[in-house]
């Protein structure tokens, strides 16, 4: 049974910081790209960023310098470092995982940027 468990949001004050962890079980996670995605009400999920299973990575033209996605294959887990965090980027975070044709979401994490 392949579990996608995402955790870390919450609120916080824009130009804060907050960590995004994802862990998994189930998967072959070294071989998976993960990917964060972003969703606010009446817009589609847009990616945030992805790490391959090489650990490139790719990003958002909006959260360049600002997120740092890593992943832990050791414990199958991939995090997300939201730094200088904006009110742009509250929305509702999901972790995903794909190998070819299989794709995996998490439940998601509420992230609330406000003063």
């Known amino acids: 049974q392949v579990q996608v468990v995402e955790s870390g949001g919450g609120l916080v004050q824009p130009g804060g910081s907050l960590r995004l962890s994802c862990a998994t079980s189930?998967?072959?996670?070294?071989?998976?790209?993960m990917g964060w995605y972003r969703q606010v009400p009446g817009k589609q999920r847009e990616l945030v960023a992805a790490i391959r299973s090489s650990s490139s990575t790719t990003y958002a033209d909006s959260v360049k310098g600002r997120f740092t996605i890593s992943r832990d294959n050791a414990k199958n887990t991939v995090y997300l470092q939201m730094n200088g965090l904006k009110p742009e980027d509250t929305a509702v975070y999901y972790c995903?995982?794909?190998?070819?044709?299989?794709?995996?979401w998490g439940q998601g994490t509420q992230v609330t940027v406000s003063s």
């Open positions: 189930g998967i072959t996670f070294g071989a998976y790209v």
């Open positions: 995903n995982a794909n190998f070819q044709r299989d794709f995996y």
